[in-house]
């Protein structure tokens, strides 16, 4: 790099002019302008490098604030430009504008189009390498050109320069791939709708535009970045009205502004820390604000007196940074000869400094040794400075005297003895030297020997400090890696929820894939169905065409038959009465109209035939879409579960990874303890130097054998690794297999689909010659009309002649009037009776007609009718099903309870008996007794009779319609009542009763005497009631 310089970032303010909310409003313009430099407002002077007024066009904002970085940039400094100030006060429309609008668009297209310019422009010998960078921040870092990646870290490079890693970077080459790059990352960015702003930015946008120069001749490299920043605005919620995710949004926003507000305020009061780290984005731009950059902040107001305090607070921002001063250079990498330029004058330099320092280090130890130096053997700096001067100067009037003198000198002539004499003194002055050599040699080398001597006592003084060293360094290290390797298996975890995630997120598209090729089929099996109906309908209607034109044509035969018939008859008659011809002029007319009607129904018929041809046709396309779409459904699902697979056995080599990552952290904790064990013996070793070697010895032993063990750890790891390596390589041979199978699956159905294009082209063959038939039929029908309208042509014709014949005739003779008048009256009977049955006809094709068309409305009501009282069926026979096995279960329990019901009222009634029998023999206890007796059968009876009744009324509200069933069943039962009745009240008679010898088969009632079926059929009935 070459030497660095010092310069100030420049701030430029830039205020926008009211929008129409802000007028609507009554909002005051606040500022007012002094000079290009100053703003005031609220009375107080804001000065900058550059103040840009409300309409100030973006051509001489970019002209002020960004046309010069762009040659900086290309000359090899950084530089970056960013936008700060409050939600909508312009920062975007300042930065990017509209892209494809040469007037409106902002800073960001403008410098690429300059760069690209500048490029187009410089020497043929220069080569450019430009790649561009663009990212998002809140509290995450976000690719805008990559948005599958998130929360990318922040490191630094050797140089100690931030850089993102894992960001997408994309090599461009025109002005239109830069703007593609930036449409594409801004269709990524969010933007959401505040009370402030329609087009809120929710996140900072950095652009980097990286630009590598190399020259082809000089080999010599120049790079330069440069930093386009868009920052999201500040916002206050009372005025935005966020709320929800653009609440969280605004606070992260808010976050980092403050923490670049913090690093803006440390730089300009000079403090030793700068919390460049408390964010992301400051992180980024660390490099920007105090360091290696030329920055140029661009600070956006509103003009309106609403937001009078964020304008205030915008400009103290300004304010500060323009006092933080940036260190530049030049970023260049040298060539091989200019650093061998460099390291020779380095040591040079070196050589100087070594000289100085043997000079003091002289003086200091003649002060230690307490001998006084006197001031004229001080070290004088200036002195040597002036020394080196004359040494220079010297060796240049050498180098003058070495050159040859001048052609005009005239040259000095020596005599032989002064040339002996000044030969024998170079001789001399020459040995003198010599000896010299050999004593500097002498020296030289006795200097050499003491300082090997030095050297070996300063090895041997270092020795122990080097092992102290080595074991520092080599427990830093494993400190170090045992840093790194917890780094890394947090990296892993990381990838493996990260992996969870996209398997969870792939496993949820496999289902709802599924779910789109189940409703596909089933759409695809309703088109089908709607297909057959549609065909069976096409039948039905070229059957009832095909039915009609053989009407159509029975009748015009029967038509022509009475025609020729009339014609005949009009032939043979002698004598015809002037006043027919209006009635047959009518026949004509209602025979015509009547073939017009034909012809219409059949131009409505073949229309009918042609959409119903169409809309087969169109139905066909439908089926063999969704066919196609079906068929891509099943290829995708394959490649979902061919993908499910490769991750799946991806997450299980990155488990396998976790585990020996695991396996080497425990490792190299066993090494560390080791290594602590080793430096507490190694400082009990300083003690008693004799024993130490030893226990040094078997440490380093026992850590060479540490280090092979786990190098053949690592060994079998490799191996292990080799192994899963292997497996892969099966599985993708299996995959390729399965691929394999795929494709000929797919020739298959394309075989398939080939013969099913022959069998539509067949169809449409066939289409073509029933149309060609019905071309037939119309020409047959038009050969029709045509002898239709000859015979009306004939008819006509025979009209004339009988009008004439008939006049004639009236003119020869008058006599035969009588049998005139009875072939008139016989020839109009005929063609009464003619009419009548054309007017039947005309009748019965309107009536059938209109029917027909009745048919077709009622047809689909009725279908839907017939589904629906299927449908009913279906249930009804269902729930008649189930009502039929819940009654036999029923049926089967009430039974059981009333066989055992019977059984313990017979057992008791049987007791009963016993006991009454007993009671019998004693006269004097028997009223009691049988008061006693009657009770309970009384009871008995009741009980009996309720479940009776509770049975009667559940069957009946079972099964209402099968009232004979309920019948039946109280038949019965009512046999019970019956028997009890019989067996308690039959042997006793009302008051005094005696022992009778006949048994009473019924109650006694006031209407006289009734039979167990009577009494209970007369209760079903008033139960039923």
């Given at each position: 790099m070459a030497d660095p310089a010092e310069c100030s970032i420049k701030v430029m303010c830039r205020f926008r002019p009211l929008n129409a909310a802000e007028v609507d409003r009554g909002d005051r313009y606040i500022p007012k302008f002094q000079a290009e430099e100053t703003v005031v407002i609220g009375g107080k002077p804001y000065v900058f490098d550059r103040v840009f007024q409300s309409n100030t066009t973006q051509e001489q904002v970019y002209n002020a604030c960004a046309q010069r970085i762009v040659k900086d940039v290309l000359e090899g400094y950084n530089g970056t430009i960013f936008a700060y100030g409050q939600t909508s006060s312009g920062k975007t429309h300042t930065m990017e504008g509209n892209l494809h609008d040469t007037d409106c668009m902002g800073i960001i297209p403008r410098i690429v189009q300059d760069i690209f310019n500048y490029i187009y422009s410089m020497d043929e010998n220069l080569e450019f390498h430009i790649k561009v960078i663009s990212n998002l921040y809140t509290d995450i870092s976000v690719p805008l050109i990559s948005v599958s990646k998130t929360n990318l870290s922040v490191h630094e490079d050797k140089n100690r320069v931030p850089y993102v890693k894992g960001c997408t970077e994309r090599f461009v080459c025109s002005p239109e791939e830069v703007m593609d790059t930036i449409d594409e990352g801004k269709s990524n960015r969010h933007v959401a709708v505040t009370?402030?702003?329609?087009?809120?930015?929710?996140?900072?946008?950095?652009?980097?535009?990286?630009?590598?120069?190399?020259?082809?001749?000089?080999?010599?490299?120049?790079?330069?970045?440069?930093?386009?920043?868009?920052?999201?605005?500040?916002?206050?919620?009372?005025?935005?009205?966020?709320?929800?995710?653009?609440?969280?949004?605004?606070?992260?926003?808010?976050?980092?502004?403050?923490?670049?507000?913090?690093?803006?305020?440390?730089?300009?009061?000079?403090s030793t820390y700068v919390p460049y780290r408390d964010s992301k984005m400051t992180r980024i731009l660390q490099d920007s604000l105090g360091g290696n950059c030329r920055t140029t902040i661009v600070i956006c107001c509103s003009p309106s007196s609403y937001n009078e305090a964020e304008t205030k607070s915008t400009l103290m921002f300004g304010q500060r940074a323009k006092t933080i001063k940036n260190t530049v250079c030049v970023n260049v990498e040298l060539t091989a000869e200019q650093w061998k330029k460099k390291y020779e004058r380095e040591k040079e330099r070196s050589k100087v400094l070594r000289n100085t320092i043997t000079c003091l280090e002289k003086e200091l130890n003649r002060w230690r040794s307490g001998e006084t130096v006197p001031v004229a053997e001080h070290f004088d700096k200036e002195k040597m400075s002036t020394e080196a001067v004359l040494l220079d100067n010297a060796l240049l009037n050498d180098r003058s005297a070495s050159t040859p003198s001048l052609p005009g000198a005239t040259p000095t002539h020596l005599t032989h003895t002064e040339r002996e004499k000044y030969e024998a003194e170079l001789t001399k002055l020459f040995k003198q030297l010599d000896d010299k050599d050999d004593e500097i040699n002498q020296q030289s080398q006795l200097v050499e020997k003491l300082k090997q001597q030095m050297l070996d006592q300063e090895e041997l003084l270092a020795s122990s400090r080097r092992d102290f060293d080595n074991l520092q360094a080599e427990l830093s290290r494993l400190q170090v890696e045992n840093e790194a390797s917890k780094e890394e298996v947090k990296e892993v975890l990381q990838a493996l929820e990260e992996l969870a995630v996209n398997y969870d997120q792939k496993s949820q598209e496999v289902e709802d894939k599924t779910r789109e090729f189940e409703a596909l089929s089933e759409e695809l099996n309703q088109k089908s169905n709607i297909l057959t109906s549609i065909d069976s309908e096409l039948q039905k209607l070229k059957e009832v065409a095909n039915h009609q034109k053989k009407r159509v044509t029975e009748m015009m035969s029967s038509l022509l038959k009475d025609l020729s018939e009339i014609g005949i008859a009009v032939g043979s008659n002698d004598m015809k009465q002037f006043e027919g011809c209006g009635v047959v002029d009518e026949e004509f007319t209602v025979a015509r109209l009547y073939v017009s009607k034909l012809k219409s129904e059949v131009k409505t018929l073949v229309k009918r035939s042609k959409q119903l041809e169409g809309s087969q046709a169109d139905s066909n396309k439908k089926m063999d879409e969704n066919e196609k779409e079906l068929i891509t459904c099943q290829l995708r699902v394959s490649q979902y579960e061919v993908k499910i697979k490769s991750l799946t056995e991806y997450l299980q080599n990155v488990e396998q990874k976790k585990r020996q990552l695991e396996e080497n952290v425990d490792l190299l904790t066993e090494e560390l303890v080791k290594i602590t064990t080793q430096e507490k013996v190694h400082a009990l070793d300083k003690e008693n130097q004799i024993q130490s070697t030893n226990e040094v010895k078997e440490a380093v032993e026992k850590q060479i054998q540490s280090h092979r063990?786990?190098?053949?750890?690592?060994?079998?790891?490799?191996?292990?690794?080799?192994?899963?390596?292997?497996?892969?390589?099966?599985?993708?041979?299996?995959?390729?297999?399965?691929?394999?199978?795929?494709?000929?699956?797919?020739?298959?159905?394309?075989?398939?689909?080939?013969?099913?294009?022959?069998?539509?082209?067949?169809?449409?063959?066939?289409?073509?010659?029933?149309?060609?038939?019905?071309?037939?039929?119309k020409l047959d029908l038009k050969g029709l009309e045509e002898t239709v309208a000859k015979e009306l042509q004939s008819l006509h014709n025979l009209r004339k002649l009988f009008v004439y014949d008939l006049a004639t005739r009236v003119?020869?003779?008058?006599?035969?009037?009588?049998?005139?008048?009875?072939?008139?009256?016989?020839?109009?009977?005929?063609?009464?009776?003619?009419?009548?049955?054309?007017?039947?006809?005309?009748?019965?094709?309107?009536?059938?007609?209109?029917?027909?068309?009745?048919?077709?409305?009622?047809?689909?009501?009725?279908?839907?009718?017939?589904?629906?009282?299927a449908e009913r069926v279906k249930a009804l026979e269902s729930a008649l099903r189930d009502a039929k096995e819940n009654a036999a279960h029923d049926r089967k329990r009430y039974q059981q309870e009333v066989e055992r019901i019977k059984e313990a009222v017979r057992?008791?009634?049987?007791?009963?008996?016993?006991?009454?029998?007993?009671?019998?023999?004693?006269?004097?206890?028997?009223?009691?007794?049988?008061?006693?007796?009657?009770?309970?059968?009384?009871?008995?009876?009741?009980?009996?009779?309720?479940?009776y009744f509770f049975v009667c009324f559940f069957t009946i509200s079972l099964f209402p319609p099968s009232l004979p069933l309920a019948l039946s069943l109280s038949r019965s039962l009512s046999l019970l009542p019956l028997s009890l009745s019989s067996q308690t009240h039959s042997p006793w008679r009302r008051g005094r009763g005696h022992f009778p010898q006949q048994p009473v088969s019924g109650y006694q009632r006031g209407r006289g005497q009734q039979t167990g079926e009577e009494v209970s059929e007369e209760r079903l009935k008033l139960e039923v009631k």
């Open positions: 009370n402030m702003n329609e087009h809120s930015s929710r996140s900072h946008s950095i652009f980097l535009i990286n630009v590598k120069q190399e020259n082809t001749q000089t080999e010599q490299k120049l790079s330069g970045k440069l930093y386009l920043v868009d920052l999201a605005g500040s916002e206050k919620v009372s005025k935005t009205g966020a709320e929800g995710a653009v609440l969280d949004e605004a606070k992260n926003i808010n976050k980092s502004l403050s923490s670049l507000g913090n690093v803006i305020s440390a730089l300009a009061e000079g063990e786990a190098h053949q750890k690592q060994i079998s790891s490799l191996r292990d690794e080799l192994d899963s390596k292997e497996r892969i390589i099966t599985d993708l041979q299996d995959l390729n297999q399965k691929i394999m199978l795929e494709q000929e699956r797919l020739k298959v159905e394309h075989e398939k689909l080939r013969s099913a294009d022959q069998d539509k082209s067949r169809k449409l063959h066939e289409l073509t010659v029933m149309q060609d038939r019905r071309e037939q039929a003119k020869k003779s008058a006599e035969s009037d009588s049998d005139d008048t009875g072939g008139s009256a016989a020839q109009k009977q005929k063609i009464s009776f003619l009419e009548n049955n054309l007017e039947q006809l005309t009748k019965v094709h309107k009536q059938l007609v209109r029917d027909n068309a009745d048919l077709r409305c009622e047809l689909p009501k009725l279908e839907k009718r017939l589904r629906a009282t057992a008791k009634s049987i007791a009963r008996l016993r006991a009454s029998a007993q009671i019998g023999t004693h006269t004097h206890t028997r009223t009691p007794t049988l008061a006693c007796l009657r009770a309970s059968a009384n009871a008995a009876v009741y009980s009996h009779s309720l479940v």
